[in-house]
């Protein structure tokens, strides 16, 4: 069964302090990897969609990287205003979708 | 443009009660998807359709029941409902020729 796990489940930053947010996967075929952003009380908003092993995204301070096993969310510099849960799902070739129970992000000034 | 939509945002329902929530996209996406999440849980597929008229099974449907009459609408169920269903539902809708969801802002359900 597809599967994928999140971690840490909460991470706390000073702001500027750099760090990661992995995410494990296993999947029969991997059509894609998405990273989402939920604010409280909000729906998911979309980031990133990775496709294949080696591929890279960025946007602002969010760098989302892929292999065949994992995928990486690098903040760089993060500032309050990144404190969020940052979600990571997977769609496999039989086209199920699974999501992580997501990284719950503080980012302290 | 909206984007996708839901109704209600918050609801109280009491065990055997039932109700429908609505949700609407205005960016003519074939696919439409009704989420449950959960505290500690990933976000749990109840059912989906990937056109007007058609709809599946997701990982979690019993206890629901959805339709989908027009394409930029996607209704779901809940004929008898249950602590158990107590929830934040989200819909979420994509193109079929696009992998990736976009969803709604929420409906928190209580059933007491």
């Known amino acids: 069964e597809d599967q994928v796990t999140q971690s840490p489940e909460a991470l706390r930053l000073q702001e500027g302090e750099s760090s990661s947010l992995n995410c494990s996967y296993t999947?029969?075929?991997?059509?894609?990897l998405f990273w989402y952003r939920q604010d409280p009380g909000k729906g998911p908003e979309f980031l990133f969609t990775?496709?294949?092993a080696g591929e890279e995204k960025e946007k602002e301070r969010l760098k989302a990287t892929l292999t065949k096993k994992e995928s990486f969310l690098h903040i760089t510099a993060p500032k309050p205003e990144d404190s969020a849960t940052y979600l990571c799902a997977v769609r496999s070739l039989n086209n199920d979708m699974r999501f992580g129970a997501g990284t719950r992000l503080t980012v302290k000034p | 443009n909206a984007g996708v939509t839901q109704t209600p945002k918050f609801r109280v329902l009491k065990t055997g009660q039932s109700m429908t929530l609505l949700c609407a996209q205005d960016?003519?996406?074939?696919?439409m998807y009704w989420y449950r999440q959960d505290p500690g849980m990933g976000l749990r597929l109840i059912h989906y359709?990937?056109?007007?008229?058609?709809?599946a099974k997701g990982e979690v449907p019993d206890g629901y029941n959805v339709s989908r009459l027009k394409k930029q609408n996607f209704l779901l169920g809940l004929e008898s409902a249950a602590p158990s269903q107590t929830s934040v539902y989200f819909c979420?809708?994509?193109?079929?020729?696009?992998?990736?969801?976009?969803f709604g802002p929420g409906t928190r359900l209580l059933v007491l």
């Open positions: 359709s990937v056109g007007e008229g058609t709809t």
């Open positions: 990775l496709y294949s």
């Open positions: 960016m003519n996406h074939e696919y």
């Open positions: 999947v029969s075929g991997l059509r894609g």
């Open positions: 979420a809708s994509r193109l079929l020729s696009r992998e990736t969801q976009y």
